[in-house]
C-alpha cells in the first residue's frame, strides 16, 4: 500500500489526476494513465487492470492518492471553522459525547469525517444513501497515539493530520497503513510535460 499527497495551486480534480499519474508511475510502472470506470457508488477504479486500487480525495489546495492491492479509501479534508456545525449530523452518539468534552472540537470533528468518509469510499458506497446514515452508522474511537477503533470490522483505518488539514485511510481486511509519502507540485508538473 502506497500513500501521496501535495499541496496544489491548480484545480483539485485536475492535480488528483496528476498525482495518480505520478503514483503509478512510481509504484506500478504505468506510463499512461488508464481508463477510469465508476462504480454504481462512484467508486473509480481502473477496468484494464481491476487488481490495481486506488482513491483520490481533494479539499482547498490538499491532495491525497492511495494505492493499494486491496480496496482502499482516501480522505483529506482542508480544516475550514465554518463547517464544525455538522457535528451533531455526523457523530453517533458515544462519538458526540467525546466531542464535548473535547479540548479540539474542529480536529476531532474533521478527524472523525475523514475516518468516516474513507469507510464509504472503501467500501464503494460512498454517501449514495442518507448521509445521516451513513455517517453516524460508522462510529470510531481514537485512542491513544491516534489508535482507530470501529464498529466497522474487516477493515484497518488510520488517521493523519498537519496544521490545516485531517486525512483519514480505510483499507480492507487487517493492514499496516504506512506514512504519507509528500510529493512536491513542481515533481508533478514535471510527470504532466513526459
Same mark, same amino acid.
Given at each position: 500500500m502506497w500513500l501521496?499527497?501535495?499541496?496544489?495551486?491548480?484545480?483539485?480534480?485536475?492535480?488528483?489526476?496528476?498525482?495518480?499519474?505520478?503514483?503509478?508511475?512510481?509504484?506500478?510502472?504505468?506510463?499512461?494513465?488508464?481508463?477510469?470506470?465508476?462504480?454504481?457508488?462512484?467508486?473509480?477504479?481502473?477496468?484494464?487492470?481491476?487488481?490495481?486500487?486506488?482513491?483520490?480525495?481533494?479539499?482547498?489546495?490538499?491532495?491525497?492518492?492511495?494505492?493499494?492491492?486491496?480496496?482502499?479509501?482516501?480522505?483529506?479534508?482542508?480544516?475550514?471553522?465554518?463547517?464544525?456545525?455538522?457535528?451533531?449530523?455526523?457523530?453517533?452518539?458515544?462519538?458526540?459525547?467525546?466531542?464535548?468534552?473535547?479540548?479540539?472540537? $474542529? #480536529?476531532?470533528?474533521? =478527524?472523525?469525517?475523514?475516518?468516516?468518509?474513507?469507510?464509504?469510499?472503501? !467500501?464503494?458506497? %460512498?454517501i449514495t444513501y442518507?448521509?445521516?446514515?451513513?455517517?453516524?452508522?460508522?462510529?470510531?474511537? $481514537? #485512542?491513544?497515539?491516534? =489508535?482507530?477503533?470501529?464498529?466497522?470490522?474487516?477493515?484497518?483505518?488510520? !488517521?493523519?493530520? %498537519?496544521?490545516?488539514?485531517?486525512?483519514?485511510?480505510?483499507?480492507?481486511?487487517?493492514?499496516?497503513?504506512?506514512?504519507?509519502?509528500?510529493?512536491?507540485?513542481?515533481?508533478?508538473?514535471?510527470?504532466?510535460?513526459?
Amino acid at each position: 500500500m502506497w500513500l501521496f499527497a501535495t499541496i496544489g495551486s491548480e484545480d483539485g480534480r485536475k492535480t488528483a489526476r496528476t498525482l495518480l499519474q505520478y503514483a503509478i508511475g512510481q509504484i506500478w510502472n504505468m506510463t499512461l494513465l488508464p481508463d477510469i470506470a465508476f462504480t454504481k457508488g462512484g467508486k473509480p477504479w481502473f477496468p484494464d487492470h481491476p487488481e490495481c486500487h486506488f482513491n483520490l480525495s481533494h479539499s482547498g489546495s490538499y491532495v491525497l492518492c492511495g494505492l493499494a492491492d486491496t480496496p482502499i479509501g482516501v480522505d483529506i479534508e482542508e480544516v475550514v471553522l465554518s463547517k464544525a456545525v455538522l457535528a451533531p449530523y455526523i457523530m453517533h452518539l458515544s462519538e458526540l459525547t467525546r466531542y464535548r468534552d473535547s479540548s479540539d472540537k $474542529i #480536529g476531532l470533528m474533521y =478527524t472523525l469525517w475523514t475516518l468516516k468518509e474513507s469507510y464509504v469510499k472503501c !467500501t464503494g458506497e %460512498g454517501i449514495t444513501y442518507h448521509p445521516q446514515t451513513a455517517m453516524k452508522t460508522t462510529v470510531f474511537d $481514537i #485512542g491513544v497515539g491516534q =489508535t482507530v477503533t470501529s464498529n466497522r470490522k474487516g477493515f484497518s483505518f488510520k !488517521t493523519f493530520s %498537519g496544521k490545516k488539514w485531517r486525512a483519514a485511510i480505510c483499507v480492507k481486511d487487517e493492514k499496516e497503513i504506512p506514512d504519507i509519502n509528500w510529493v512536491l507540485s513542481s515533481n508533478l508538473k514535471k510527470e504532466k510535460q513526459l
